[in-house]
């Protein structure tokens, strides 16, 4: 189910936040959490019913793994546990996700012929798995109590960070699904939700959905596309996957206040970075948290030199790519990623005003900086966007190439969208020979308009310093309808396939 329907907005989410507050009034706090983790079962069970099956066996296999950590007396048996939960967790993710990715390339290496399976990945997976594995390690390590099973299926299946994150943590989680005092309707709370799901619905189905469709076309047409229509193309990617994910952030806080559960903020304007390791501070915060708490500090983080510190950064986006994807794409995508952080952080160039500034030999101001990141982040997505290296390669060649065949208005058509309607008609009739320029001019606005919203307070910002006047409550109130009214031309999200 997405958030962006009309089965999702009209009937799930009231029924829901109905028998939330209803059975939380009657003071049925456990079949309460019980209702909720039902709902959220079918929420995810709704793509799929073979989707519920995966979640709910690796749900039960872990909570049986928890369960025999409470008989461990020893440090070998709690290491045993500990190797027992990576290994339940990383194979489960590996077959469903990496088993093809995998045959396939031992096949190609070793000339071998292992049958691919052509598994249907389960959306999520990604997400609800990290999310255990770092409860089965703190368990392990004695950083985490033994819950009720369902305490436990609740934390995992909340159904606002179960497809696309965050990736949350039992400490930040469990003790306020025990907290009776947030089981009381606030509207204060319930307000902003409203507002940061309506407008991160905005930024999915308004911005995203909308600069997807020349993006699409475009990463299908690449040997065709000349040095403009390629730039324009990759910067409405990077426009569409920040709306995307912001969007999808935005509304996954703005639901968990509509329940009085807080979850962590997960994106924080991350193109106003003036470099690539800030970025990272900023992009997909939990990802990095999760990355850092688990493996870079296990390998030995910051403690064991320099030449090492380097080595274990690069490991963290190197496995930060493959994450994202069974695809060399997202490898040399993560790659690219890592090489620049291992860049900020050997300190050659600074940023001025930063706490690096002091001890690096070169110094450049904020605005080149911004652009370094910016221009380097956008280059690393034809990786990240390309269906293959040969793809993604032909993408490289063609903004180098240096040449204009006049594809971009080819590429700027395809915005042939409802809201142009009346103004495409009126074109046709008095200048029909401009409507092929009105496009390009649209394509120019929209991405003048994603620039702006970019730059400007995020969504998180807007909520925590605007009082909820009657200026926000009309925005808000556009912005429902006007994407309500676009549901029919929505797409999923793009992290639901990671």
Not at 206 to 215: G, H
Not at 459 to 485: A, G, N, Y
């Amino acid at each position: 189910m997405l958030f962006n329907s009309y089965i999702f907005v009209f009937l799930f989410l009231p029924m829901t936040l109905a028998g939330w507050y209803v059975l939380n009034h009657l003071k049925a706090y456990e079949p309460a959490k019980l209702f909720l983790a039902g709902m959220s079962l079918w929420f995810y069970g709704y793509f799929n019913i073979y989707y519920l099956a995966v979640i709910v066996a690796s749900i039960l296999g872990n909570y049986c793994l928890s369960y025999m950590m409470k008989f461990s007396r020893t440090k070998f048996t709690s290491r045993m546990g500990l190797a027992a939960g990576i290994v339940l967790n990383l194979g489960f993710l590996f077959y469903f996700k990496y088993y093809d990715f995998f045959f396939e390339n031992i096949n190609g290496i070793f000339h071998t012929d292992f049958n691919l399976k052509h598994i249907l990945l389960p959306l999520g997976i990604s997400f609800f798995t990290f999310q255990q594995l770092s409860f089965i390690i703190d368990r392990c390590k004695g950083k985490a109590e033994h819950y009720s099973f369902i305490n436990y299926l609740t934390f995992v299946t909340f159904f606002p960070q179960l497809i696309a994150g965050p990736i949350v943590l039992y400490q930040e989680m469990m003790p306020q699904f025990e907290d009776t005092s947030k089981r009381r309707m606030n509207f204060d709370n319930f307000a902003k939700g409203i507002v940061l799901f309506t407008l991160g619905l905005g930024k999915k189905v308004l911005l995203a959905d909308t600069l997807a469709i020349p993006v699409n076309y475009g990463f299908e047409q690449t040997v065709f596309l000349d040095t403009p229509s390629t730039l324009l193309v990759i910067l409405a990617y990077t426009f569409e996957i920040y709306f995307d994910f912001s969007g999808y952030s935005d509304m996954a806080m703005g639901l968990g206040k509509m329940f009085n559960i807080e979850l962590p903020a997960n994106f924080n304007s991350p193109y106003k970075s003036c470099s690539v390791k800030e970025l990272w501070q900023r992009w997909h915060i939990t990802l990095s948290r999760f990355f850092i708490q688990y493996v870079y500090i296990p390998l030995g983080g910051s403690r064991k030199g320099k030449a090492r510190t380097l080595i274990n950064t690069f490991m963290v986006f190197f496995l930060s790519g493959l994450w994202h994807g069974a695809n060399w794409t997202y490898v040399a995508w993560g790659s690219m990623q890592g090489l620049l952080v291992i860049w900020d952080n050997i300190g050659i160039v600074g940023i001025k005003g930063s706490k690096e500034e002091r001890s690096a030999k070169i110094v450049i101001p904020g605005w080149l900086g911004w652009i370094f990141t910016f221009t380097f982040f956008n280059l690393s997505l034809f990786f990240f966007r390309s269906e293959n290296m040969t793809s993604a390669f032909q993408m490289f060649k063609n903004l180098l190439a240096f040449k204009n065949t006049g594809y971009l208005y080819k590429i700027a058509a395809r915005l042939d969208i409802p809201e142009f309607y009346l103004i495409k008609q009126a074109i046709n009739m008095t200048m029909p020979d401009k409507l092929a320029f009105v496009y390009l001019l649209l394509f120019v606005f929209l991405l003048a308009v994603s620039a702006f919203i970019i730059t400007g307070k995020n969504t998180l910002e807007i909520v925590s310093e605007h009082p909820l006047d009657s200026k926000l409550c009309f925005l808000v109130t556009v912005v429902f309808v006007w994407s309500v009214i676009s549901f029919s031309q929505v797409s999923t999200f793009i992290y639901f396939n990671f």
